[in-house]
């Protein structure tokens, strides 16, 4: 018997998948477990396995095709079986198109549909993203030619009619929400263009809003000395950078800022006890973010041995899905770079992402009169003012810097 692969869905923001590369082609032979294909999805490039033994009937996209969460990428079964054509993706079509009209335009003659036209039972395949795009359109599939796999439609064929449609064409009624345009990061490598999207996505759907402020880092420099010197004696197997001690902070405060560790997805906002922690992490090609799950359970030394890990799959490409997603709260650090105060946009749908500067020497007035320099580290809240308010988001800067100055609570 038959079996689909579907377009997984690798984290709660993923819409859509592109296909990447086929490992296999139709009439091969697969094993179960098997990698028949690549995709690329908003995060990272992942291999779909077979999910039985036997053969590859059909392919229901090419590279570079993108389609939807759920919808049929291809079909393992016998040799020889016959596939339902709901397997395909096919689409009843309202009529075919005549001889005349499909051979003298091909492409170029896109026609509002026709609803008096009489069906023949014929029907055409195309991708589920190239039906949403000719509905969206108001395009007539039946006068579009399809240069996909079995003369399927394909997202660049839609594409490839829209560019072509006759100037008195009416176009689409405009969209009542913010929409993503399909076009988003067209031409630039997969990850790039993942990026490109969720960030058009991220701007689109939320009311973001950045509070900068500073924390005298002294005494947090201090406690690291200390806390490296005891890491020595012990002969432990831990690297405690300032990022590790600044994510603890963070913790603490989203346990009692509960407010600023929720997410709003699908008109439903949830506040959560438990801290999933996102770690941006940079790459040659774009940017990953590794999450560490129930932070909030962690030690100081636990945080910087997962921390570390994490970082280092995702830079070699080891990170799954699974590593990737489910963070309520983001941390992205530029201060290698140098960078002192910038606007992170939100990694939605998470309310809020703390941005961190690199430290800055400042002279200061002390309690005797006298003037000495103090390191001060930058940091930068950006927040979704749907969801919190400037003196909330102000609020929850106010617990943090008191983590970063009073650095022993952060063991308490």
């Known amino acids: 018997m038959s079996e689909a692969i579907v377009m997984p869905k690798l984290g709660m923001t993923m819409t859509e998948g592109t296909i990447v590369e086929w490992y296999k082609e139709v009439g091969d032979s697969v094993n179960k477990g098997e990698p028949i294909l690549m995709i690329s999805s908003e995060k990272l490039n992942q291999d779909v396995e077979a999910p039985i033994t036997g053969v590859l009937l059909t392919k229901n996209g090419e590279v570079e095709d993108e389609l939807e969460v759920g919808a049929t990428i291809a079909v393992i079964g016998d040799e020889g079986e016959t596939i339902v054509t709901d397997d395909l993706q096919a689409v009843q079509s309202d009529s075919p198109a005549t001889p005349e009209s499909s051979e003298a335009s091909g492409n170029t003659a896109v026609l509002v549909k026709n609803e008096e036209k009489t069906s023949k039972g014929d029907r055409t395949f ?3 993203l190239a039906k949403k795009m000719a509905n969206a359109e108001n395009l007539d599939i039946d006068l579009i030619k399809g240069t996909g796999g079995n003369g399927r439609i394909t997202k660049r064929d839609i594409q490839h009619a829209l560019a072509s449609r006759v100037d008195d064409t009416p176009p689409a009624p405009p969209s009542p929400t913010p929409a993503i345009a399909e076009n988003v990061g067209e031409g630039l490598p997969p990850m790039r263009k993942a990026i490109a999207r969720n960030m058009r996505r991220s701007l689109a759907q939320t009311a973001q809003l950045t509070l900068h402020r500073k924390a005298n880092a002294d005494h947090l420099i201090d406690f690291q000395k200390v806390l490296r010197k005891e890491i020595e004696s012990s002969e432990l197997d831990v ?28 008109g439903q906002l949830t506040e959560f006890d438990e801290v999933h922690l996102g770690i941006a992490t940079s790459l040659k090609d774009g940017l990953l973010v590794p999450v560490i799950k129930d932070a909030h359970q962690k030690t100081i030394g636990s945080l910087a041995k997962e921390i570390k890990e994490l970082s280092e799959k995702a830079k070699n490409g080891e990170a799954g899905g699974d590593l990737l997603s489910g963070s309520t709260f983001t941390i992205t650090n530029l201060g290698a770079s140098g960078i002192e105060y910038f606007t992170p946009i939100l990694n939605s749908p998470e309310t809020g992402i703390l941005g961190v500067g690199a430290f800055q020497d400042e002279l200061t007035l002390t309690e005797n009169g006298t003037v000495k320099s103090v390191k001060k580290i930058p940091f930068s809240i950006t927040f979704d003012h749907q969801i919190l308010d400037g003196a909330s988001a102000a609020e929850f800067l106010t617990i943090l810097i008191k983590y970063i100055e009073s650095p022993y609570l952060l063991v308490l």
Request: aromatic share 4%.
């Open 239 to 266: 690297k405690l950078t300032l990022t590790v001690l600044i994510a603890r902070a963070t913790v603490l405060a989203l346990q009692e800022l509960k407010k600023m560790n929720s997410l709003y997805h699908e």
């Open 126 to 128: 195309i991708t589920p």
